[in-house]
């Protein structure tokens, strides 16, 4: 290598003009002294798809079959849970900060449901002037908001509290969160139409899914920036996601963002669902158990290199990730390739709005020994990205849901990419 | 910015204009359709802790293991241990040293989210196929097989809301920090 390289932290985080420099960039990268010159026997020819017409327009686009390994990753069903389970978003495929609809994560509880907009109702009940009734159509004619959200499923990451670290990738431990400009109704809007009773403080929000799936907003949440969501990145919600319609609750826990909504019920107390008592509950080391913990913590992830990926060779990567907080927006990001010794700051490289995804990068020099990846964000709460130890002290080994401490990719002489406890 | 003048005061004027409609103007979408309650009584099952929203009728638990031995054993076993984690209906010990499990008895605060659940989301392969009769026979049975209450209490709307359950007192409300 010609140029000195600049060091920004240990182990090999380096200046991103080398990137640039060395036309380097993603997994697979090499040396630039390797990949820069090509074969001296190689003639370069027009490909076979440059000498004829390919198929004309489609109705309904996909994507490249060369793409077809990128999938959601979802459990085997369970028999006694019907329509229950999971699949999450392959993270370590996607770049920049929206998810496509095709690949956002799934958590349902008894399926999805087949509903027919023209028969599906919203209802607005109880501590309310009058109770009312809206269609999908009737909705559709409301003025609408449009904001980018991630949405992240309070149980993602979970396994990170066990004793030993799972051979997972960042898919399967962490792809319960997406990241969606939703389009829809400020709730607000339509509970004043209803006139909200003075003694109303929380609303149960009611899917229409074979578990009609509740979970209890406080009011005051309710009228700052949840909204009733109908478009998810400009289309229709998929099915999936809650066609027609769903509740989205920025910034909390996924759950309580209920799909094919169709009931708020102003109430005194919360309501005592199922999934705020019974799950979505954390229980301390003391035994006792904290309710309602609704905001996301801040949290980052290294999406390449990542779990279950080996790098080739030695040489100069692109190390890439996302970044996102319930308490507000992403200030910054830091990343460590000596398990958390040194750190330097990576570029934010999207937008850093309010309670959604922020992509960064940072480039990095592997020398072909051991090395552990680390990424840690800072909110603009000022909250800071903890480390693994930490949320242990605080939330005890019994806990499941809410885990956002600092993940480690462990690498070793071979290359290989392995999730531990640094 | 730089801009001529002229064309900076025409844009001065026209937000002027944009500011003095009347602010309804811009949200005067109102097309909810006016329903009553009773018109919602079949519709709404939210059954919550304060006794509102439950239905009239009651069961026990004698009656309800009849409709527990047809309609949740097969995933609940008869005795409700169930056949995996989250069917696991009894037992457990939230203060035992290794992971508890946390079951009705020994976790969930409120009577009457058992009863909630049940009508709203079980069995799971046909949920709410039970008559409000058999959600509170159903309701009574597991508290019965979680030593509850006696296998002839009978439960309905008063005394379910009544019932104090073993970890009544073990949960933390954070919803006033957020």
Do not use: C
């Given at each position: 290598m010609s140029e000195k390289l600049d060091r920004v932290a240990g182990n090999g985080l380096i200046n991103r003009r080398h990137l640039l420099k060395l036309g380097l960039g993603g997994l697979g990268s090499a040396l630039a002294t390797n990949a820069l010159?090509?074969?001296?026997?190689?003639?370069?020819?027009?490909p076979q798809w440059s000498q004829q017409p390919g198929p004309g327009t489609s109705a309904y686009g996909s994507p490249s079959p060369f793409t077809s390994q990128i999938q959601r990753m979802a459990a085997t069903p369970n028999p006694v849970y019907p329509g229950g389970g999971a699949s999450r978003s392959p993270l370590q495929h996607l770049q920049g900060t929206i998810t496509p609809n095709s690949l956002h994560f799934e958590r349902h509880h008894s399926g999805v449901p087949a509903i027919d907009p023209a028969q599906h109702k919203l209802v607005i009940n109880g501590l309310v002037d009058q109770p009312l009734m809206f269609s999908y159509e009737d909705l559709l004619k409301y003025p609408m908001v449009s904001k980018t959200y991630f949405l992240e499923c309070s149980g993602n990451s979970g396994t990170l509290f066990g004793d030993t670290p799972v051979d997972g990738s960042v898919q399967s431990i962490h792809g319960l969160v997406s990241c969606a400009q939703w389009t829809g109704i400020l709730l607000s809007t339509l509970l004043d139409e209803a006139g909200i009773k003075t003694q109303a403080k929380w609303v149960a929000a009611v899917g229409a899914d074979g578990a009609s799936m509740g979970r209890s907003v406080p009011l005051d949440k309710a009228l700052d920036d949840v909204m009733v969501a109908l478009y998810q990145n400009g289309e229709p919600?998929?099915?999936?996601?809650?066609?027609p319609m769903r509740l989205f609750v920025p910034g909390w826990e996924g759950n309580i963002s209920v799909k094919w909504l169709t009931q708020l019920k102003l109430t005194r107390q919360a309501s005592q669902f199922r999934d705020e008592t019974s799950k979505y509950t954390d229980t301390m080391a003391d035994r006792r158990s904290l309710q309602f913990t609704f905001p996301m913590g801040a949290k980052s992830l290294i999406t390449s290199p990542s779990g279950q990926m080996s790098l080739p060779q030695k040489g100069v990567y692109n190390v890439t990730g996302i970044a996102w907080s319930g308490a507000g927006s992403i200030k910054k990001v830091e990343v460590s390739a000596d398990g958390g010794r040194s750190w330097a700051n990576a570029t934010i490289e999207s937008p850093q709005s309010d309670k959604a995804l922020v992509r960064?990068?940072?480039?990095?020099?592997?020398?072909?020994g051991s090395a552990v990846l680390q990424s840690r964000a800072t909110d603009s709460a000022g909250n800071v990205q903890p480390s693994r130890d930490a949320i242990l002290a605080e939330r005890g080994l019994i806990s499941f849901y809410h885990y956002h401490g600092v993940q480690s990719w462990g690498i070793n002489s071979a290359g290989e990419i392995k999730n531990v406890y640094a | 910015m730089y801009m001529p003048k002229a064309f900076k005061f025409g844009f001065l004027l026209v937000n002027a204009a944009f500011l003095l409609l009347p602010s309804s103007q811009a949200q005067t979408v109102k097309l909810g359709q006016a329903i009553s309650e009773s018109q919602l009584s079949d519709f709404d099952l939210v059954a919550g802790p304060?006794?509102?929203?439950?239905?009239?009728?009651?069961?026990?638990?004698?009656?309800?293991?009849?409709?527990?031995d047809v309609k949740c054993a097969a995933c609940h076993a008869a005795n409700g241990e169930g056949v995996s984690?989250?069917?696991r209906l009894v037992g457990g010990d939230i203060h035992s040293q290794g992971n508890p499990l946390r079951t009705v008895g020994s976790y969930w605060p409120h009577a009457s989210t058992v009863f909630d659940f049940i009508r709203r989301a079980m069995p799971a392969n046909a949920p709410k196929s039970l008559s409000n009769e058999e959600v509170y026979q159903v309701t009574a049975y597991v508290l019965f097989l979680n030593n509850i209450i006696d296998e002839s209490t009978i439960l309905n709307k008063e005394s379910l809301t009544e019932i104090q359950m073993p970890n009544k007192d073990g949960f933390v409300d954070l919803s006033h920090l957020h």
């Open positions: 010159s090509a074969d001296a026997g190689l003639k370069l020819q027009i919600i998929r099915p999936e996601q809650g066609y960064f990068s940072i480039a990095w020099q592997w020398d072909g | 304060d006794g509102s929203g439950f239905p009239s009728g009651s069961g026990t638990a004698k009656t309800g293991k009849a409709v527990f984690g989250n069917t």
